[in-house]
Antibody
Framework: EVQMVESGGGLVKPGGSLRLSCAAS????????FNWVRQAPGKGLEWVSS????????YYADSVRGRFTISRDNAKNSVHLQMNRLRVEDTAMYYC?????????????WGQGTLVSVSS | QTVVTQEPSLTVSPGGTVTLTCASS?????????ANWFQQKPGQAPRPLIY???KKHSWTPARFSGSLLGGKAALTLSGARPEDEADYYC??????????FGGGTKLTVL
């Protein structure tokens, strides 16, 4: 069974940092790219970042570029999102999202999310 | 800034048919935009329904279908059920670095 479990969310002050993790199991991790997608309370979905299977391709939304860093560890079946210089507007549920095996774009699984709250 | 537009809300009668659309501010949506559709119910993570414009996942109910319609990506629900009441989001891939969600459609089955 495919499982993706996010962790690392919490309450942080503006300007602070958090590191989100996504622990995956039940599939061949190195065959898949991943996205991080967020959803502010009561709002729609926003793509944040993506990473290819070998980490060769990494991309960021303009809203987070220069502050967030995505990474993965294929030996530990995990994806991470290091979030620095957090802003109030980064408050959201953050989802780890799997891309189809050997694919570039299409999504087939979402984790349950981890909540990040940025407030003074 | 690229904007993807969906109907804010739609209502369908039980057993009825409804089409949700996904328009791009850059012009006509094509198969190369790899439209994906997701269903989200309150308190849950989104669930994938459609990928690459028309393809269904193994768990996607047969009553859902994806297409291109009038320059937009479309999700058609035929034979709506009460459990289909949810928010629906489309996603367009303009490039590896430009991935944009629509604002979502709140579908009411009434």
């Amino acid at each position: 069974e495919v499982q993706m479990v996010e962790s690392g969310g919490g309450l942080v002050k503006p300007g602070g940092s958090l590191r989100l993790s996504c622990a995956a199991s039940g599939f061949t991790f190195s065959h898949h790219g991943f996205n991080w997608v967020r959803q502010a309370p009561g709002k729609g979905l926003e793509w944040v970042s993506s990473i290819s299977p070998s980490s060769a391709y990494i991309y960021y939304a303009d809203s987070v570029r220069g502050r967030f860093t995505i990474s993965r560890d294929n030996a530990k079946n995990s994806v991470h999102l290091q979030m620095n210089r957090l802003r109030v507007e980064d408050t959201a549920m953050y989802y780890c999202v799997r891309i189809l095996e050997y694919g570039d774009f299409d999504i087939d699984h979402w984790g349950q999310g981890t909540l990040v709250s940025v407030s003074s | 800034q690229t904007v993807v537009t969906q109907e804010p809300s739609l209502t369908v009668s039980p057993g009825g048919t409804v089409t949700l659309t996904c328009a791009s501010s850059t012009g006509a949506v094509t198969s190369g935009d790899y439209a994906n559709w997701f269903q989200q119910k309150p308190g849950q993570a989104p669930r994938p329904l459609i990928y690459t414009t028309t393809k269904k996942h193994s768990w996607t109910p047969a009553r859902f279908s994806g297409s291109l319609l009038g320059g937009k990506a479309a999700l058609t629900l035929s034979g709506a059920r009460p459990e289909d009441e949810a928010d629906y989001y489309c996603l367009l891939y303009y490039s590896r670095a430009q991935v944009v969600f629509g604002g979502g459609t709140k579908l009411t089955v009434l």
